[in-house]
């Protein structure tokens, strides 16, 4: 199947830094990708919906400027937490869907990337 | 905001015998899918099933769908003490390939 890739896996960071995280699509072109964030045995929150050359469209609550997110590329999505604070740690995961995903809204997802900071 | 709940949270059976995780869900959707996540990992597709579809199968794996009930089920037959893992349902509408997430069943299977 579809190759999400995810990096880095795990990061420790200072508060008040920024911290990006990529997502890539490895063997298909993906014009959809979804970032989500995951609180420990919680569910995933959708934070942003991400279209390739456009701005991403943010959930409700979700700040736009903390967590920037771009996709400059057909396989590659970035997301930017800026200034993060310990309430910022989290697991984040991106998903991506390629052209051909038609109606089936199949998502690939990545590995998921462990935010922690300190 | 979560698509629905699911049901119960958490399950714990031996291996060999089957497990039914339930899902409800708030909104209009056209089709349910259900993922698997193991501890600190990405997730897994399992099986999708259109909103015009009530049952579908594969492998050891079973899932219904009840829109008048805005709810599904998945059956995992035969378990095995690999199965153990969180499972989550996630519903998607339109063509924009968006899912919400139920708030998912973590499953525990003794060997």
């Known amino acids: 199947g579809a190759v999400v890739s995810q990096h880095p896996s795990r990061v420790i960071c200072k508060s008040g830094t920024s911290v990006k995280i990529e997502c890539r699509s490895l063997d298909f072109q993906a014009t959809t990708m979804f970032w989500y964030r995951q609180f420990p045995k919680k569910s995933l929150m959708l934070m942003a919906t991400?279209?390739?050359?456009?701005?991403?469209?943010?959930e409700q609550g979700v700040e736009k400027d903390k967590f920037l997110i771009n996709h400059a590329s057909l396989t590659l999505s970035t997301l930017t937490v800026t200034s993060a604070h310990p309430e910022d740690s989290s697991f984040y995961i991106c998903?991506?869907?390629?052209?051909?995903?038609?109606?089936?809204?199949?998502?690939?997802f990545g590995e998921g990337s462990r935010l922690t900071v300190l | 905001s979560q698509q629905g709940e699911e049901d119960p949270q958490a399950l714990s059976i031996q291996e060999g015998e089957n497990a039914t995780m339930n899902c409800s869900y708030k909104t209009s959707i056209n089709n349910l899918q259900w993922y698997r996540q193991n501890s600190g990992r990405g997730l897994v597709h399992l099986i999708l099933?259109?909103?015009?579809?009530r049952e579908k199968h594969s492998g050891r794996l079973r899932v219904t769908l009840d829109t008048s009930k805005k709810s599904s089920s998945l059956l995992i037959t035969a378990s095995r003490a690999a199965d153990t893992a969180s499972y989550f349902c996630?519903?998607?509408?339109?063509?924009?390939?968006?899912?919400?997430f139920g708030q998912g069943t973590t499953l525990q299977v003794k060997p």
């Open positions: 998903s991506a869907r390629g052209r051909l995903a038609g109606e089936t809204g199949e998502l690939f």
């Open positions: 099933i259109r909103s015009n579809e």
């Open positions: 991400s279209n390739e050359g456009s701005k991403a469209t943010y």
């Open positions: 996630a519903g998607g509408s339109g063509n924009t390939g968006k899912l919400i």
